[in-house]
C-alpha cells in the first residue's frame, strides 16, 4: 500500500473512533446527569461533569484530527500535525476545569450531608458507564498507538480516567448503602477530582513539550544512532542530530560529514539508504540531511590528522593520503 493510501486509510479509522467516543459520551453524559439530580448525589453529578467535558474534549478531537491530516499548504509548510497537539492542551485545560467545578460542589456537602436516593439507580449507571468507558477508550487507544495521534490518545486516556472513578463512585454507593455514611459521597467527589488533575496534568506536560519541540523520545532517538551506527563505515561522523514532533509526524535533521574525495552519486545513494532506513523503524518520519566534507585540520577527523600519509599542507581527505578514508570510498 502506498504512503497516501495509509494515510487516508489511517485518516478513516481515526475519526471513525473519534464518532464513537462523542456518541457514548453524549448518552453516558445524559444519562448520569438525570440519575444523579434524581439521587442528589454529587458524586455522580460529578461524574456527569466530567464526562460532559469529555464530550467536548471528543469533539475536538474529531476536529483536530480531521484537520491535522490535511496536507502541507502554501502558509502551512510542515502540515498541520500540532492541530492535535493543540486538541490535546485545549482538552488538558478543560479536565482542569472540571476538576475545579467538582471540588466546588463537593467542599460544602462536606458541612452540609445530603441524603443519597435511588442507590440500586446509582449503581447500574456506574457500572454501565465503567463498562462502556472501558470499551471505547479501548479502541480509541488501539487507535491512538497505531497512527500515533495524539489527540485519541487524550480522548482514551480521559475515558480510562472515567472507568477508574466511575468505580469509585461505584464503591462510594456501595459504603452508603451498608453503612448510611454519607458523607462518603462528597469524599469520593473529592477523589475523583484529584484523578482528573493528575490525568490532565500528564497530558498538558506531553503536549506542551510537541508543541514547544521537545526532542523525541530516549528510545527512538536510540533507534536513530543505531541506524547511523550501521553505516559508520561509510562517512566520517554525523553532528548536531535535532528530532521533533507535531502530532503524528516526527522531523529530524543532522550533518553528515564524509569523505571529502567521495563522489555525489555515492553520497546521495548513502543518504537515501539511511533515510530508507529510518522511515522503516520510525513512523511519519521526515528527514533532512545536509552533507558536509571532512576537514582533517579542524579534526574532522584523528586519524587523518595523525596519519604519516597526510600532507599537512593539503586539506583534502582522500583515499591517497588518508588510512581512515580508504574504505569509506567508492
Known amino acids: 500500500m502506498s504512503i497516501e493510501g495509509k494515510d487516508n486509510m489511517y485518516t478513516k479509522e481515526k ?11 453524549s448518552i453516558l453524559t445524559a444519562g448520569k446527569l438525570g440519575v444523579g439530580f434524581s439521587m ?3 458524586s455522580i453529578i460529578s461524574e456527569a461533569i466530567h464526562s460532559g467535558l469529555d464530550l467536548v474534549a471528543a469533539l475536538i478531537a474529531f476536529v483536530s484530527v480531521r484537520e ?7 502558509r ?14 485545549i482538552e488538558a485545560i478543560l479536565i482542569l476545569l472540571a476538576a475545579g467545578l467538582i471540588i466546588k460542589e463537593a467542599i460544602p456537602k462536606l458541612y452540609e450531608v445530603t441524603e443519597v436516593k435511588s442507590l440500586g439507580l446509582g449503581a447500574m449507571v456506574m457500572v454501565l458507564s465503567a463498562a462502556v468507558n472501558l470499551f471505547v477508550s479501548t479502541k480509541l487507544m488501539k487507535v491512538a498507538k497505531k497512527t500515533d495521534s495524539p489527540a485519541l490518545a487524550a480522548d482514551a486516556w480521559h475515558l ?11 464503591a462510594g454507593i456501595v459504603i452508603i448503602k451498608f453503612t448510611g455514611w454519607y458523607i462518603v459521597d462528597p469524599l469520593i467527589a473529592i477523589g475523583v477530582a484529584l484523578l482528573i488533575i493528575k490525568a490532565a496534568y500528564d497530558l498538558l506536560k506531553e503536549s506542551l513539550g510537541n508543541m514547544l519541540d521537545v526532542r523525541l523520545p530516549d528510545g527512538e532517538e536510540q533507534a536513530i544512532k543505531e541506524i547511523l551506527h550501521s553505516y559508520a563505515d561509510r562517512f566520517v561522523d554525523y553532528r548536531n542530530l535535532r528530532t521533533r514532533k507535531a502530532g503524528p509526524q516526527r522531523y529530524m535533521d543532522f550533518n553528515l560529514i564524509v569523505p571529502r574525495g567521495k563522489k555525489i552519486s555515492t553520497t546521495h545513494a548513502l543518504c537515501d539508504n539511511i533515510e530508507r532506513d529510518l522511515r522503516r523503524r520510525l513512523p511519519e518520519v521526515e528527514v533532512i540531511i545536509h552533507v558536509e566534507p571532512c576537514e582533517p ?4 577527523c584523528a586519524v587523518c590528522k595523525a596519519s604519516t600519509k597526510f600532507k599537512r599542507g593539503d586539506n583534502h581527505c582522500t583515499c591517497v593520503v588518508c588510512e581512515n578514508c580508504r574504505n569509506k570510498h567508492d
Not at 480510562?160 to 461505584?170: A, E, I
Open 76 to 89: 502551512h509548510r510542515y502540515g498541520h500535525g500540532k492541530f492535535e497537539n493543540l486538541a490535546a492542551i
Open 15 to 25: 475519526l471513525k473512533v473519534a464518532r464513537l467516543s462523542i456518541i457514548s459520551n
Open 160 to 170: 480510562r480516567t472515567d472507568v477508574l472513578t466511575s468505580l469509585g463512585v461505584l
Open 68 to 74: 491535522s491530516n490535511k496536507p502541507a499548504d502554501d
Open 297 to 300: 585540520e579542524a579534526g574532522d
Open 40 to 42: 442528589h448525589s454529587i
